[in-house]
């Protein structure tokens, strides 16, 4: 049948499953728009209040449900607001198709009015970014984005399309998507025999769990390993949730700010299996140091990784949740009872601790566990939330930490749990901000409750820029430039004028209460919670250290 540009683009979403899009109108959109008005009861479409809070609230959607999430901006400023939320799909590997409008044909490349290459723009932070200038391309590569953003390691692609090819007409097919097959043509055999004769030989076992994990869904895989294997685990900030964050062999995060069990525990280590993870220098310290006494086998789907950042002695590359399936029918039940002994005993002797006598960051964390019985989908903005979010909520379940990694995005937060509520919607979804982030982004907080999505934000406000200051005091010699944040911002009454029910805790027996009513509440919720300027996060690995140089506020209280 012949359709238009536009007809077609709506009917591609819908062959690819697609029930929810995020974005903001414009000119040279409006085909796409004037389109997805007469199909709005197949395809949801959420106004957000800027086109960057569109890309993260794709991500957070993609992130939380496990499918491709899906933004729409117009050309110029509107393409370019989406650059940010792309990069940080890009860095974490998030599954996401940015579908932009360009000037016509006629107009391209003469500066017409709000004209932009997004496409080159872009190229370095997408998988792949198309222009479609003629509209017989139009339905081949929305089809090639969505695969290609599935596949293998996932990412964002870009379609940008010039308007004329909106309103042109061609003939149009429906077609069934293809399945995308697992990525297991790279694994190689002799690599799984010589991991197999390195777990056996190991007597000092860790394994440690990155993003890839989750993205593979290899959760069951992954809990069976570990009992074959007797090893305990850490992750990384993307790999929460693949392992149960109350598992007795859960040691807690490796890295900068991971537990001293997980740092100390990798530094003696004798195997270290690494599963999905790409070595951020946020979780290796010194590379040149890291897992020195150790044999490291890695798994990973993407074989760009492999020695990229930390050598390894054996990689296998491959989908994770198929190595790990065929890992588990090759070994028998091992057993470390000496090593789980003492790495359990060192567990209990160095725990997480914080100051219990004042409101912190840390307990409202733990509060919501409670609360929440671990069972809630937590986004984060960056900084020390981000990390308290990460120490002191035990995920339970993989897709349930939704925060920005690799690109570190202050103002993701707001927009991903939007994404994630959307998605998710019998799911309880808190978004842990600080008071830097939430200047940030804020106008999202009308995008919830214009669009009715009643998703909890927890405001840690210290008045500072807590990560930076925590910088600063450490590394800074006190001082600080440009982190102290004593405006006379209310976030309450703005919190309310823009539809949330607002709160402001003050006391630790405050927040027990405000968080059930959060919990319950049928509209969008912000607790502002009013914490110390100088609280800090530890443990920590300073810059360019070693994971066993990895100190606390005790250490520190000791030099």
């Given at each position: 049948m ?9 009917e591609?979403?819908k062959?690819q ?11 040279a959109?409006?085909?796409?728009y004037?389109?997805?008005y007469r199909?709005?009861?197949e395809?949801?479409h959420?106004?957000t ?9 794709a991500d957070g ?6 499918k491709?999430g ?35 044909l006629?107009?391209?490349?003469k500066?017409?009015?709000q004209?932009?290459d ?5 190229t370095?932070i997408?998988k792949y970014?198309?222009?479609?200038k003629?509209?017989?391309?139009l339905?081949?590569?929305?089809r090639r984005?969505f695969k290609i953003a599935r596949?293998g390691?996932p990412g ?17 097919v429906?077609?069934?998507p293809?399945?995308?097959p697992?990525?297991?043509?790279k ?6 025999e010589?991991?197999v004769k ?6 000092k ?9 989750v993205?593979a869904n290899a959760?069951?895989e992954l809990?069976?390993f ?6 305990p685990v850490t ?7 693949a392992?149960?964050?109350d ?5 807690g995060m490796?890295g ?6 997980a ?6 280590c ?14 290796t310290?010194n ?5 020195k006494n ?9 074989e760009a990784?492999?020695n990229?950042?930390?050598m390894?002695?054996l990689?296998?590359i491959g989908?994770v ?11 028998e ?5 000496e090593w789980?002994?003492k790495?359990?005993a060192r567990?209990?002797?160095?725990p997480l601790t914080?100051?219990?006598d004042?409101l ?5 964390i733990?509060?919501?566990y409670?609360?929440?019985d671990g ?7 960056v900084?020390?939330h981000?990390?308290?979010a ?9 897709r349930?930490?939704?925060t920005?990694?690799?690109l ?5 937060g707001l927009?991903?749990?939007l994404g994630?509520?959307a ?5 309880t979804v808190?978004n842990?901000a600080?008071d830097?982030?939430f200047?940030m ?7 919830a409750?214009?669009s009715?999505?009643p ?31 004593d405006?006379e911002?209310?976030?309450?009454k703005?919190?309310e ?5 607002a709160y402001?805790?003050?006391e630790?027996d405050?927040?027990e209460?405000?968080?059930?009513e959060?919990?319950?509440s049928d509209?969008?919720v912000?607790?502002e ?5 100088d ?7 300073a810059p360019?250290?070693n994971?066993?140089?990895v100190f ?6 000791k030099k």
């Amino acid at each position: 049948m012949q359709l238009t540009g536009s007809q077609i683009v709506i009917e591609c979403l819908k062959e690819q499953g697609v029930d929810t899009v995020f974005g903001y109108p414009g000119g040279a959109i409006l085909n796409i728009y004037d389109e997805l008005y007469r199909h709005q009861d197949e395809i949801k479409h959420i106004l957000t209040s800027h086109e960057q809070g569109a890309s993260h609230a794709a991500d957070g959607y993609a992130r939380s449900t496990g499918k491709v999430g899906v933004c729409l901006a117009t050309s110029g400023p509107g393409a370019t607001n989406l650059v940010t939320g792309i990069a940080t799909a890009y860095m974490d590997s998030v599954p996401m198709v940015a579908i932009t409008c360009n000037v016509g044909l006629p107009l391209l490349g003469k500066d017409s009015f709000q004209e932009i290459d997004i496409a080159g723009v872009t190229t370095p932070i997408t998988k792949y970014s198309f222009i479609v200038k003629d509209v017989k391309e139009l339905a081949p590569t929305m089809r090639r984005a969505f695969k290609i953003a599935r596949s293998g390691r996932p990412g964002p692609v870009l379609v940008d399309i010039v308007k004329n090819a909106t309103s042109d007409e061609t003939e149009y097919v429906r077609e069934i998507p293809e399945i995308i097959p697992r990525e297991t043509s790279k694994i190689d055999e002799v690599s799984i025999e010589k991991a197999v004769k390195y777990i056996r030989n190991s007597v000092k076992p860790m394994i440690f769990v990155g993003g890839g994990a989750v993205i593979a869904n290899a959760d069951k895989e992954l809990q069976d390993f570990v009992k074959r294997v007797d090893a305990p685990v850490t992750d990384t900030l993307m790999g929460k949730g693949a392992f149960r964050g109350d598992d007795p062999y859960y040691v807690g995060m490796l890295g900068m700010h991971g537990t001293k069990t997980a740092n100390l525990s990798v530094s003696e280590c004798d195997v270290l299996i690494v599963i999905g993870s790409r070595f951020s220098d946020r979780v290796t310290g010194n590379t040149v140091n890291f897992a020195k006494n150790a044999k490291i086998i890695q798994i990973d789907v993407d074989e760009a990784e492999v020695n990229k950042n930390v050598m390894v002695d054996l990689a296998i590359i491959g989908d994770v949740k198929s190595v790990l399936d065929i890992l588990n029918s090759r070994l028998e039940q091992l057993y470390h009872k000496e090593w789980i002994d003492k790495v359990m005993a060192r567990k209990d002797a160095l725990p997480l601790t914080y100051n219990k006598d004042v409101l912190t960051g840390p307990y409202i964390i733990e509060k919501l566990y409670e609360i929440t019985d671990g069972d809630a989908i937590i986004s984060t903005e960056v900084g020390q939330h981000q990390m308290w979010a990460a120490q002191y909520y035990k995920y339970l379940a993989p897709r349930t930490l939704i925060t920005s990694g690799g690109l570190g995005t202050m103002g993701y937060g707001l927009g991903a749990a939007l994404g994630a509520k959307a998605g998710n919607p019998n799911k309880t979804v808190v978004n842990i901000a600080g008071d830097g982030c939430f200047r940030m982004n804020m106008n999202e907080l009308i995008t919830a409750s214009r669009s009715k999505l009643p998703i909890i934000e927890i405001v840690f406000n210290n008045h500072v820029l807590g990560m930076v200051r925590q910088w600063q005091t450490l590394f800074y010699g006190q001082r600080y430039s440009h982190t102290v944040l004593d405006d006379e911002l209310d976030i309450v009454k703005l919190s309310e004028a823009m539809g949330a029910k607002a709160y402001r805790i003050t006391e630790k027996d405050q927040v027990e209460d405000v968080l059930r009513e959060a919990v319950n509440s049928d509209v969008p919720v912000v607790i502002e919670c009013m914490i110390q300027s100088d609280d800090k996060v530890f443990p920590m690995v300073a810059p360019g250290k070693n994971l066993e140089d990895v100190f606390d506020e005790n250490d520190l209280n000791k030099k």
